[in-house]
């Protein structure tokens, strides 16, 4: 038995260093603990939480929401312009920023045979999935980008010519005109950066399955600003989305649990295909806009402070596939946004209930002592067919002290754009929310992923 026992600890040991040098090699799970490492790999986790590979913000988390919702508006700038063009265009869209938070979602995906793990924030507004590559100028160097040499699956670029590429949001013209076999690129802009991209092929994997020949942008470089270290998964409705490319396998079908911010594991989860999604779920239309086809719309017909119905004029709810304006669910906002008529007849409703008086905080104008905190009526949002009664979690932020109490909602930018209302990741929290694209209905239950 001595003997034995010997053995095993040797192997066991071995097996220690072994994977100690893999991952050390890899540099991708520098911040993850063993706790971490063994959770499975279709979770989702905060971007800030323990077991995510990035660089954690320090000081308390509200104060990190606060940072994140400032970036709120660029974002909302950015999906007002998502106006798809009939043809390619020459060179890259014009936007007035598009900015992809820091305070969304990451999921574990692995590229290439064999599979190259990488911690890709996952976007419900974006098709194309982009991770920085080998020789990439100024892409983040704090984790191992993709390495095309490195898989044997790996099926190089896709031509300037194919469909594809015309699919691509800021597809570049082909050099040899219709028919050239160049490489097809494509720029976008990106939180203040430009990105430049090769769109590639290769094999992706989010859970058991493989999907083969997965259309990508290989970013080559990038320019006056920053990205998330090993990309972005596009989860959105166009054709280049993950769930358009998985459409025989998964046929349009994926929900997912947020956990809190504060939730440091990958809790989470994004549950691909019909299988082991919710039998009970009270659904709404999914609407399609032709001119924004990678957005989720639904029709949100009002909202509800207590027991009040807020009087909101329909003009400001109603779904126009030209203007852009209506309701979307959306994954990279942090904080729901209401055109400004609508989410001031919301506030002043919650302050005429909650009293006061009231202080500012950052994005959120709403603020009063916590006190009053029992006083706070509960938001109960409209929806074609179905009501979300929003728990004091989903609604409600708390300063760093814990003295205050703010309405975690605010109003979108005044500008030209100002349209759309968004419901963002924070009012999603702790909820299973539910696509299926085929069937045209998102549907929504509670659940608790913390």
Known sequence: MGAKFKTILFEKVLFAIIIYFIFSKTN????????????????????????????????????????????????LDYLASLVARKKPVSS?????????????????????????????????????????????????????????????????????????????????????GPGASSACTFNQSYGGAMVSATLVQDSISLARETISNYAFGCVNSVSGGSIPSQGLLGLGRGPLSFISQSLP???????????????????????????????RIQTTPLLRNPRRPSLYYVNLTGVSVGRVRVPVPREFLVFNQYTGSGTIIDSGTVITRFVQPVYNAIRDEFRRQVKGPFSSLGAFDTCFQKTYEKLAPIIKLHFEGMDLKLPYENSLIH????????????AAPNNVNSVLNVIANLQQQNLRILFDIVNNKVGIARELCN
Not at 46 to 61: L, Q, V
Not at 93 to 121: C, E, K
Not at 127 to 141: L, M
Not at 262 to 268: A, K, V
């Open 28 to 75: 991708t799970t520098k911040a993850l603990d063993t706790s971490c490492a063994s959770q499975p790999d279709l979770t989702i986790i905060p971007i800030y939480g323990k077991c995510s590979p990035f660089k954690p913000t320090p000081g308390p988390w509200p104060d990190t929401i606060i940072n994140m919702a400032s970036k709120d508006p660029a974002r």
């Open 92 to 176: 890259a869209p014009i936007a007035s920023g598009q900015a992809f938070n820091i305070g969304g979602y990451v999921v574990r995906a692995r590229l290439g045979t064999p599979g190259q793990l990488m911690f890709m924030v996952f976007d419900t507004s974006t098709d194309e999935a982009r991770v920085p590559c080998t020789g990439c100028t100024s892409c983040p160097s704090t984790y191992s980008p993709f390495s095309p040499t490195a898989s044997a699956t790996y099926g190089g670029s896709i031509t300037c010519s194919a469909t594809k590429c015309y699919q691509a949001r800021g597809a570049q013209t082909c050099p040899g």
């Open 249 to 279: 396998l998964y046929k349009g079908v994926f929900s997912y649990c947020l956990p809190s911010f504060r939730s440091y594991y990958f809790s989470g989860s994004l549950k691909l295909g019909r299988s082991g999604q919710p039998r």
């Open 399 to 410: 300063s760093s002290s814990g003295s205050l109490a703010c309405l975690a909602m605010a």
